[in-house]
């Protein structure tokens, strides 16, 4: 579950290229497209050209033919920002923020919760012309590029032809012919910034509530379960401030500083019945800076740091980050360092819930110079130099190891894309119980098909296969105490994620599993439910090593077969701020557990998020 929280979206997140776009082949007789077509090259546009757009996009264009009419028609109607009206040229530039907004009120677009209660603001206009998919995510304070402008109006066109239709039907007239005034107009205290070298922020957050049932977690309701359910409430807060550089500098370059704050509030059934603080304070989940010499970026702090698909090495630690970018390749190298009370993941460590001291260096290059394919290796290094609390003399703990990883991902024909990852474990441990050391001669792999159909509901069709060796002695395959017992350690550890399932979730260790699933948007041809997403996967299980054990104890038989699971996952995206999610899981335990087998594993969550 901690996994999970971390691999939540982030504000901070890599902005998308920005879409291409086309000219309507038939457009109106009034309008010049010999002026569109030249918007779309346009590096950043100006208010002018917004004003021009937004007058044609409203059916206006006839009546207001010059700027300072246009301009005075769209104040009027409440769709100029205040922080734009006074004073202001035709020659200003616009922000991204600035677009949202006046698109947002020209569109007459509600919103979600928080924009319904609290009024159109810059930040919250991005928002809903993402979520409406007429803008790409990115900051609010960029510079609009004219390729995006003319997106956006494409996209406005779109949706105003759709409303005139649906309110025709009706008996009614639409806003774009003269008919319904917008609301009245609601000052933003979203400002430009102005003059040389100033800082900006963004900042937001969610909260969700979350409840995770648990039933038969040993596959025995005759022994109650040690824990039923889990109530959480999580509290997320972002702040971003952004060092902007002056329009008419050389300098394009844009440096940042993320914290991303997190409170935790648990209650569960039956150790805990009342709600608890878990972290009695706030804390700091991400905070880092960074620092744009394009095309090398520094990124240094308390951050999300992978390599390749995440399984290997993917965790929030302290660290830095360097990245080389260029038209084909992509370079990638970091050191970090776990965080300050972070358990250990050997568990059997004295002193093991106190922290870790594990230090990871890596490097991975990636190509895309071939259309619809990209290839990448990496080469990652784990260092351990966690203490015992109380020393033991009997056992050493070490574990230190390397993995090099090599992988692809693509496209083998339209809509059928495929991703696979190789990785090669060497390194040292130590055998159970002794202070003798032991090899590391591990594999661990990953390879997925999936197939996007071009029908209704947009069906995806996947199936995944992965595997981590193991040792045929082994009882714990995260701990050296009950672990390896021979001079070769085969266990395939790593300090990654893997999605394997609701209700068993094992480690890829000393395990094999194939996933097939399917997901589909079933009512997308209604408004409400559009967004409504479902997907139903089947897992099958097998160990490596059917003597050894795997990351679920109470599969100690010496058979191969751990048994299957079947998992469905709904996602529903009421509005722009506001989304459920329901999982649920069945296990099926197989040869490997012993009896009862026919009492079955059992998860079930559900939460409800709300951004601001």
Not at 108 to 124: A, E, H, K, N
Not at 242 to 251: F, M, T, V, Y
Not at 408 to 429: D, F, P, Q
Not at 565 to 592: C, H, K, M
Request: aromatic share 12%; glycine share 8%.
């Amino acid at each position: 579950e901690d996994k999970r929280q971390v691999l939540l979206p982030t504000e901070a997140a890599p902005v998308k290229a920005e879409p291409r776009v086309s000219i309507p082949k038939k457009p109106p007789e009034t309008v010049d497209m010999e002026y569109f077509r030249k918007l779309a090259r346009k590096s950043s546009v100006d208010i002018s050209d917004c004003c021009k757009v937004l007058t044609v996009l409203l059916g206006r264009q006839d009546e207001y033919k010059d700027f300072k009419s246009q301009f005075s028609f769209l104040s009027g109607e409440g769709i100029i920002p205040e922080n734009i009206k006074e004073g202001c040229k035709p020659s200003r530039p616009v922000r991204r923020g600035e677009a949202a907004y006046m698109f947002c009120r020209a569109l007459d677009i509600r919103g979600g919760v928080i924009m319904t209660v609290l009024g159109v603001s810059q930040r919250y206009a991005i928002r809903e012309m993402t979520y409406e998919r007429m803008m790409y995510r990115g900051q609010a304070d960029n510079l609009l590029t004219g390729n995006e402008l003319v997106f956006m109006m494409t996209r406005a066109a779109d949706r105003l032809a759709s409303k005139r239709e649906s309110k025709k039907s009706e008996g009614k007239k639409s806003r774009g012919t003269g008919g319904e005034k917008p609301r009245a107009p609601v000052a933003t205290k979203d400002a430009a910034p102005k003059g040389p070298g100033v800082i900006s922020a963004e900042y937001g957050g969610w909260s969700e509530y979350r409840y995770d049932g648990y039933k038969n977690d040993d596959n025995n309701s005759a022994v109650p379960d040690l824990i039923e359910y889990v109530n959480s409430l999580d509290v997320r807060f972002w702040l971003k401030a952004i060092l902007r550089i002056p329009q008419e500098s050389a300098d394009k370059n844009v440096h940042y500083f993320y914290m991303r704050l997190k409170e935790l509030f648990v209650s569960s059934y039956p150790n805990d019945k009342e709600w608890k603080n878990k972290n009695n304070v706030p804390i700091v989940e991400y905070a880092y800076g960074v620092l744009d010499l394009h095309p090398v970026w520094v990124q240094a702090g308390r951050q999300y740091v992978k390599v390749g698909r995440g399984i290997a090495y993917g965790d929030l630690n302290d660290g830095a980050q360097l990245f080389l970018s260029t038209r084909d390749w992509k370079l990638k190298t970091f050191a970090a360092h776990t965080l300050p009370h972070q358990p250990n993941i050997d568990s059997s460590v004295p002193g093991w819930r106190a922290g870790s001291d594990r230090s990871f260096y890596g490097i991975e290059a990636s190509y895309h110079g071939v259309r619809g394919h990209s290839l990448y290796s990496y080469l990652l290094v784990q260092r351990d130099e966690s203490d015992e609390e109380p020393p033991d003399d009997t056992q050493n703990y070490r574990y230190n190891s390397e993995y090099m990883g090599f992988g692809a991902y693509g496209e083998v024909i339209k809509r059928l894309h495929y991703s696979a990852e190789i990785i090669k474990e060497t390194g040292s441990s130590y055998i159970s119980p002794t202070t003798e050391k032991a090899g590391v001669d591990a594999w661990g792999g990953l390879f997925e098909l999936a197939y996007d159909a071009d029908v209704r509901g947009h069906p995806r069709f996947s199936s995944r296969y992965a595997f981590g060796t193991g040792d045929k002695n082994r009882w714990s395959v995260t701990d050296t105490v009950w672990g390896n017992t021979s001079k070769i350690d085969r266990n395939f550890l790593y300090f990654g994620y893997l999605p394997t399932g609701f209700a068993l979730a094992p480690r890829l260790s000393n395990l094999h599993f194939m996933r097939n699933s399917i997901t589909i948007a079933p009512f997308e041809t209604i408004r409400p439910l559009k967004r409504l997403t479902v997907e139903a996967a089947h897992y099958l299980y097998y160990k490596d090593k059917p003597s050894g054990d795997i990351y679920d104890s109470q599969a100690f038989l010496e058979k191969p077969y751990v048994g299957q699971e079947i998992d469905v996952e709904l996602i529903w995206q009421v509005l722009s701020d506001l989304n459920f999610t329901f999982q649920y899981g069945n296990f099926f335990p197989g040869r490997a557990y012993g009896p009862p087998r026919d009492e079955y594993e059992q998860y079930l969550s559900f939460s409800a998020a709300l951004s601001f």
